[in-house]
T-cell receptor, first 112, second 111 residues
Framework: TQLLEQSPQFLSIQEGENLTVYCNSSSVFSSLQWYRQEPGEGPVLLVTVVTGGEVKKLKRLTFQFGDARKDSSLHITAAQPGDTGLYLCAGARTDSWGKLQFGAGTQVVVTP | GAGVSQSPSNKVTEKGKDVELRCDPISGHTALYWYRQSLGQGLEFLIYFQGNSAPDKSGLPSDRFSAERTGGSVSTLTIQRTQQEDSAVYLC?????????FGSGTRLTVV
């Protein structure tokens, strides 16, 4: 059973479209991180959010942490083929500092 | 080094054999983690080393799995008497404060 549920599992869109990936849990997290993973490589950290309600923007990517610190979303505006990858959310719980619980991931494919 | 280095990148082994997977973390990173990733399953926590503290072994799936970290740096994950269900990508990560830096992983195939 995944502590963090990601949806959708798979997303295929055309270049220029927008997309949103969701990460939900019944548990409270002290912080939540988003990673992107490409085939044959390890995940690469995109962002860390720590405050309930926090919104962070990285160019075309917008990350939001829910007010109750149980959920998060990743929104990509005007997706490009280079955004293709497996997006993983990961949460740190206050009772297990440093150890992250990962969601199963959302596979995003952006076609030209 | 500049990043987290894992070796070998690929390992094919026969069922019942022992394997050792190596992780060389970023110099100065005090925390080191092992995860494994199976298709469609996300990342499964295995073990966590933090400085000189006793490791958190709560994620090791059976007593066939063990890991050590020598001198606060290089770590070795050992799987004894491998089984087919051990086939996965084994990922190592290190961190200093927050946010992991992952290696590229070792793809283990047990035949």
């Amino acid at each position: 059973t995944q502590l963090l549920e990601q949806s959708p599992q798979f997303l295929s869109i055309q270049e220029g479209e927008n997309l949103t990936v969701y990460c939900n849990s019944s548990s409270v997290f002290s912080s939540l991180q988003w990673y992107r993973q490409e085939p044959g490589e390890g995940p690469v950290l995109l962002v860390t959010v720590v405050t309930g309600g926090e919104v962070k923007k990285l160019k075309r990517l917008t990350f939001q942490f829910g007010d109750a610190r149980k959920d998060s979303s990743l929104h990509i505006t005007a997706a490009q083929p280079g955004d293709t990858g497996l997006y993983l959310c990961a949460g740190a719980r206050t009772d297990s500092w440093g150890k992250l619980q990962f969601g199963a991931g959302t596979q995003v494919v952006v076609t030209p | 080094g500049a990043g987290v280095s894992q070796s070998p990148s690929n390992k094919v082994t026969e069922k019942g054999k022992d394997v050792e997977l190596r992780c060389d973390p970023i110099s100065g990173h005090t925390a080191l983690y092992w995860y494994r990733q199976s298709l469609g399953q996300g990342l499964e926590f295995l073990i966590y080393f933090q400085g000189n503290s006793a490791p958190d072994k709560s994620g090791l799936p059976s007593d066939r799995f063990s890991a050590e970290r020598t001198g606060g740096s290089v770590s070795t994950l050992t799987i004894q008497r491998t089984q087919q269900e051990d086939s996965a990508v084994y990922l190592c990560a290190s961190s200093l404060v927050s946010g992991y830096t992952f290696g590229s992983g070792t793809r283990l195939t047990v035949v």
